[in-house]
């Protein structure tokens, strides 16, 4: 499985996991994807067979739902909750890292 980290994950989250061979971006680390509407940013992961991990729940369920009803695919959406991984505590992205790694492995 391949990953793309939405802009509010930091970019040491794909940096730590590359590193151990997995496939993860961030978008925070690509100027290209930076400030990218969220359809396009789908759009984009899409295309280049990544699952979105995101805690936007409430925009990209419902473009899922909109590409669904149009008979659109994507490689997957991963929501991740703000209170468990709370980017203003010292357990982040360390708790984010280690889920991801449990997942991917």
């Known amino acids: 499985m391949r990953l793309l980290l939405d802009g509010m994950h930091a970019p040491s989250i794909a940096a730590e996991l590359t590193g151990?061979?997995?496939?993860?971006?961030?978008?925070?680390?690509?100027p290209d994807l930076r400030g990218m509407?969220?359809?396009?940013?789908?759009?984009?992961?899409?295309?280049?067979?990544?699952?979105?991990?995101?805690?936007?729940?409430?925009?990209f369920m419902s473009?899922?739902?909109?590409?669904?009803?149009?008979?659109k695919t994507h490689s997957g959406l991963i929501f991740t909750n703000p209170k468990r991984f709370n980017r203003a505590t010292l357990a982040y992205p360390g708790n984010l890292i280690a889920s991801l790694r449990e997942l991917l492995t």
């Open 37 to 59: 509407a969220d359809d396009d940013l789908l759009a984009y992961a899409a295309t280049a067979g990544r699952a979105l991990v995101t805690e936007n729940v409430a925009d």
């Open 20 to 30: 151990e061979a997995f496939d993860v971006v961030a978008v925070a680390a690509q």
């Open 63 to 71: 473009l899922a739902t909109t590409w669904a009803a149009e008979d």
